[in-house]
Nanobody, 125 residues
Framework: QLQASGGGLVQAGGSRRLSCAAS????????MGWFRQAPGKEREFVAA????????YYADSVKGRFTISRDDAKSTNYLQMSSLKPEDTAVYYC????????????????????WGQGTQVTVSS
């Protein structure tokens, strides 16, 4: 089970940190990812981190502004968002990919079997 939190209202140019806490199986069994969905749009990939934490992957739209990390001792991964823009407004979902590779990281939502409930991020201009 995944529980996303940390969403809210933030001004453009500001920062926000999202958290995704995993319960049940240990988070070290999964690569972790973040996706988002804005009203009227399809869900899109944001960022992902491999099981061993060594590899990360970002959508071009957030590269250089967002940072994904993980703390397996807390079974939690984080999405640090900076220089936020109104177009970042969306519901953000964390997801877990139970792939067998410790280094593989995916941007495809087809690879993610477990999803959190989503947390709303609204960026005001």
């Amino acid at each position: 089970q995944l529980q996303a939190s940390g969403g809210g209202l933030v001004q453009a140019g500001g920062s926000r940190r999202l958290s995704c806490a995993a319960s049940g199986r240990t988070s070290t069994n999964y690569a972790m990812g973040w996706f988002r969905q804005a009203p009227g749009k399809e869900r899109e990939f944001v960022a992902a981190i491999s099981r061993d934490g060594r590899n990360t992957y970002y959508a071009d739209s957030v590269k250089g502004r967002f940072t994904i990390s993980r703390d397996d001792a807390k079974s939690t991964n984080y999405l640090q968002m900076s220089s936020l823009k109104p177009e970042d407004t969306a519901v953000y979902y964390c997801a877990a990919d139970p792939n067998y590779s410790s280094t593989y990281v995916s941007g495809s939502y087809h690879d993610y079997d477990y999803w959190g409930q989503g947390t709303q991020v609204t960026v005001s201009s």
